[in-house]
């Protein structure tokens, strides 16, 4: 599922040409699959469009994109030269197929909630609060750290599984299950910024957002102690909470999400295989 590629890109389009050296070269490095996260270096004067998004450039050259659970079997990449030379590059994405998970024994109420006013308004508000953080498209690549694992413990969900909840079929699982005892630390998988740090949300329990540069994010879900606040700048390894059993729950679990902007990932292709982990 993970390969690397290494890319003289005038030596496609142009073979006839002199190559230029480093500044037509184009490195992708990542997992090319439905849920899949590519890191890029380019000449940073480039400019980089995915499927007709300009992307973030660092002063390194690095960028990002990645590709959503239902993402089509096909994807382009436009590089421009500081010189002018296009580069176009189609990725083929491997597409999956999902297992079904059933979970059963919720409070009713929290598969289906009531239809009373201020609990609708307290769910906007929230929607409202993690859209914003995940629209953020912060400079500063922390992604470049590493991944590690943000908790320990046996993987109880996978990511794209369809979830039907006490019967009823709802929105696809949108992360990795770490089930483990309450009180176990929470670390950050990578270097960022804390740009959400919200207790008592309804479905989600007490959550925090990390931001790792270039619209990339990982959510943190059901904690029981939340050890960060907003604006706070993070190191890999840094405890940011602890595993709890808040919100949408029948036991205590980390529900770990990945974002790039509105599009899911799946976390569990940036960090060690661990059995189970990958669905």
């Known amino acids: 599922m993970k390969r690397h590629f290494l890319l003289i890109a005038i030596a496609f389009l142009l073979p006839h040409a002199a190559l230029a050296g480093s500044d037509r070269e184009l490195t992708l490095d990542g997992n090319f699959?439905?849920?899949?996260?590519?890191?890029?270096?380019?000449?940073?004067?480039?400019t980089v469009d995915f499927d007709g998004k300009e992307l973030r450039i660092s002063p390194n050259g690095d960028f990002l994109f990645?590709?959503?659970?239902?993402?089509?079997?096909?994807?382009?990449?436009?590089?421009?030269?500081?010189d002018g030379y296009v580069h176009v590059q189609e990725i083929d994405?491997?597409?999956?197929?999902?297992?079904?998970?059933r979970i059963d024994g919720l409070p009713p109420k929290k598969v289906t909630p009531p239809a009373d006013p201020d609990l609708m308004a307290k769910l906007k508000e929230e929607r409202r609060k993690t859209k914003l953080a995940r629209g953020l498209d912060l400079p500063e690549p922390g992604f470049l750290s590493g991944w590690i694992?943000?908790?320990?413990?046996?993987?109880?969900?996978?990511?794209?599984?369809q979830r039907i909840l006490n019967g009823t079929p709802k929105n696809p699982h949108s992360g990795v299950d770490v089930a483990a005892p309450e009180g176990d630390p929470i670390i950050a998988p990578a270097d960022g910024k804390?740009?959400?740090?919200?207790p008592?949300?309804?479905?989600?329990?007490?959550?925090?957002?990390i931001d790792h540069g270039?619209?990339?994010?990982?959510?943190?879900?059901?904690?029981?102690k939340i050890d960060v606040k907003v604006g706070q700048l993070v190191k890999q390894g840094e405890k940011i909470g602890e595993i709890g059993q808040t919100g949408r729950v029948t036991g205590p679990h980390l529900h770990w999400m990945m974002y790039w902007f509105n599009v899911k990932l799946n976390p569990a292709w940036v960090v060690p295989e661990r059995p189970g982990s990958r669905g």
Request: proline letters at 6%.
């Open 66 to 82: 990645g590709f959503g659970r239902n993402a089509p079997p096909k994807a382009k990449l436009t590089v421009r030269m500081p």
């Open 200 to 209: 008592n949300m309804y479905f989600n329990g007490s959550m925090v957002f």
């Open 93 to 101: 994405v491997v597409q999956r197929e999902y297992k079904v998970q």
């Open 214 to 224: 270039h619209g990339l994010k990982t959510a943190y879900l059901h904690m029981s």
């Open 194 to 198: 804390i740009v959400l740090a919200e």
């Open 33 to 46: 699959i439905q849920g899949g996260l590519v890191i890029g270096r380019v000449d940073p004067k480039a």
């Open 149 to 161: 694992w943000p908790a320990e413990g046996r993987i109880s969900g996978v990511f794209g599984s």
